[in-house]
């Protein structure tokens, strides 16, 4: 994915609209819409805001999209504890501009006490999984150092594919996009894209490599290979030998990325108590929030409310209920009887007016085809204390497409060890029977992830509780044979129905198209957020709607940089 530096140039019809009072509807309540309202409010002086009227229009009767943290009280245990099931992420990675930003987000909201860091030591950041089911059926430890990789069979059988790559031929200039399969193949050999990729992208997009753009996904790869032929002599000598482009627009993206990020966590570091925040960050793996993410989105919530924003819950908004509505606004059908007219909308891609032109030209079709989607089940399950670990300590492990049926006959994607992911979420480490007992382990809290590419050509009818708290004990079975589990003290299931996008190859040329046509005058006041335009996770969202947030903010201040959310590919 080649990305523009902030927005390209365009003359506005809004203009200075600072004199006169304008409305922004926000088409979801999700981390991203909610992020974008709070980036937009925040570049307003206070005099500004007064003539802003913000509108978020949400489907649910809650904010937080997939962001949700659930509270579930657990019998049997001292004090009847509740423990926290997320049915999203658990945990955010503390790296880049994405990642500072998100850090920044939850100190502007007064999160900072709530904060949980986890140490790049702890054995979620050390121990990372892949089940393997061929010589010695089991999870299979990744090593992070080199007496490791010689010593694991499974990874040695890895090598001559990645040792080969040096010598494999560039891609031919005209192939403008491939698969990530194509791709890992092609320079890594088919054991890697079988047996590790394909269980990677498992664990990030509950996707299938075989459908995902190589360059939406790993845009550096892409970038490597194109510099200097090759992905790992870029990686390894690519700056040494001046092959590495600093004009092309990955490379300008990187170096803007950087110097943006600094100044952020130069501000994350004057603020109150933020140069402890910055050096808990520096060093950990990744870090939460007590309470789970749903605090997060929550607290975004509070703030938006205590700063005007209107939020219409059971605004379920489908294409066609977006179109024009005269006079520089456009109208936004949010029930069969009622709409809004607003001078600026943020919505996802796929509710955009089907037709938009200017008078007496040919009509211009705004909607683009929309990214396929995978619906994953998320099933939590919370084990007593028992006098042997269930579990390796660790992340978690992933589960590649190459496992046979008879290992994972309920296509499950992988499995999080939450009890090691995010320890201080809640009190479940403490949990204690009421009776004394003879166990000294803590209570284990797991969750596993089925579906997602495989669903995504054949789903199923949509599971009940019952049956996903069966495939998950019969997965765990399968996979620990001789591991007695106990009954869990609590479940927690949620299918979540088109949750994370799947951009296609080639995907990125239709919104390199949407962005020339939202670019068009008649168009203006039209953003996009969401549907694969963004990274996957809490800081891709969060950096988008950045970007989103602060573009509608000029615009509405008369900059003649057009934001539309689409640039970048």
């Known amino acids: 994915m ?3 530096l902030r927005w390209s140039s365009s003359n506005s019809k809004s203009g200075s609209q600072l004199d006169t009072p304008y409305t922004l509807a926000v088409v979801g309540g999700g981390i991203s819409g909610l992020s974008s309202v709070y980036y937009f409010l925040k570049a307003l002086s206070p005099a500004e805001k007064l003539k802003a009227k913000v509108v978020i229009l949400e489907k649910e009767q809650r904010v937080g999209g997939w962001c949700r943290s659930v509270k579930v009280p657990v019998q049997g245990v001292a004090d009847d504890k509740s423990i926290v099931f997320e049915t999203g992420p658990r945990s955010i990675r503390p790296s880049g501009l994405q990642g500072w930003l998100t850090i920044q987000l939850a100190q502007d909201l007064n999160l900072t006490d709530s904060i949980i860091t986890v140490s790049k030591t702890a054995p979620s950041a050390r121990n990372r999984y892949i089940y ?3 010589s010695q059926p089991g999870v299979t430890l990744i090593p992070t150092n080199f007496f490791g990789i010689m010593t694991s069979p499974f990874i040695r059988s890895l090598i001559p594919g990645v040792l080969g790559e040096f010598f494999r031929s560039r891609r031919a200039t005209a192939v403008e996009d491939e698969s990530v399969d194509n791709f890992v193949r092609r320079r890594f050999g088919p054991k890697l894209a079988e047996d590790v990729v ?6 990030i997009y509950s996707g299938d490599t075989r459908r995902l753009s190589a360059k939406a996904v790993f845009p550096g790869l892409w970038e490597l290979e194109r510099e200097s032929g ?3 002599r870029g990686a390894m000598f690519g700056k040494l030998l001046k092959q590495q482009d600093p004009n092309s627009p990955f490379r300008r993206r990187a170096a803007w990325e950087g110097r943006e990020m600094d100044k952020i966590k130069l501000n994350v570091r004057n603020s109150d108590s933020g140069g402890d925040l910055v050096k808990r960050m520096e060093g950990a793996s990744v ?4 309470g789970g993410i749903g605090e997060l989105t929550e607290a975004l919530r509070e703030r938006l409310i205590s700063e005007g924003v209107e939020f219409q819950f059971g605004s379920n908004i489908r294409g066609g209920d977006l179109s024009s509505g005269g006079k520089g606004l456009w109208k ?13 909308v943020i919505t996802p891609p796929s509710i955009l007016p089907q037709e938009s032109s200017h008078q007496g030209e040919e009509p211009l079709n705004l909607r683009p085809p929309r990214v396929p989607h995978a619906t994953v089940s998320v099933i939590t399950l919370l084990y007593p204390p028992t006098s042997t670990p269930l579990f390796p300590s660790g992340f978690g492990y992933l589960i590649p497409r190459s496992c046979p049926l008879s290992h994972n006959p309920h296509h499950a994607l992988g499995v999080i060890f939450d009890s090691d992911v995010m320890p201080g979420v809640d009190d479940h480490a403490s949990l204690s029977p009421k009776q004394p007992s003879p166990f000294t382990t803590t209570s284990a809290k797991i969750t596993l992830i089925l579906g997602g590419s495989y669903w995504l050509t054949d789903p199923p009818s949509p599971p009940n509780h019952h049956e996903l708290v069966q495939w998950t004990k019969e997965t765990l079975k399968i996979q620990f044979p001789r591991t007695h589990f106990p009954e869990p003290l609590a479940a927690l299931s949620n299918t979540h ?6 951009v296609p190859v080639g995907h990125g040329r239709i919104f390199r198209e949407l962005h020339e046509r939202l670019s068009r005058d008649e168009n203006a006041g039209l953003y996009v957020l969401g549907e694969g335009l963004a990274p996957v996770g809490v800081n891709g969202a969060v950096m988008k709607a950045w970007e989103v947030g602060n573009g509608v903010a000029d615009n509405v201040m008369g900059s003649k940089r057009r934001c539309t959310g689409a640039e970048g590919w």
């Not at 394909?198 to 664990?203: D, F, L, M, Q, T």
């Not at 949010?334 to 809004?340: K, Q, R, Y």
């Open 132 to 134: 393997n089911a061929k």
């Open 332 to 344: 936004v059908q949010n029930s069969p009887s009622t709409s809004l007219l607003a001078q600026h």
């Open 230 to 232: 090759s992905v790992l």
């Open 497 to 502: 129905v088109e949750c994370i996008p799947q």
């Open 198 to 203: 394909s269980a990677v992208i498992h664990g």
């Open 2 to 4: 080649s990305i523009h």
């Open 287 to 290: 870090w939460g929030v007590k």
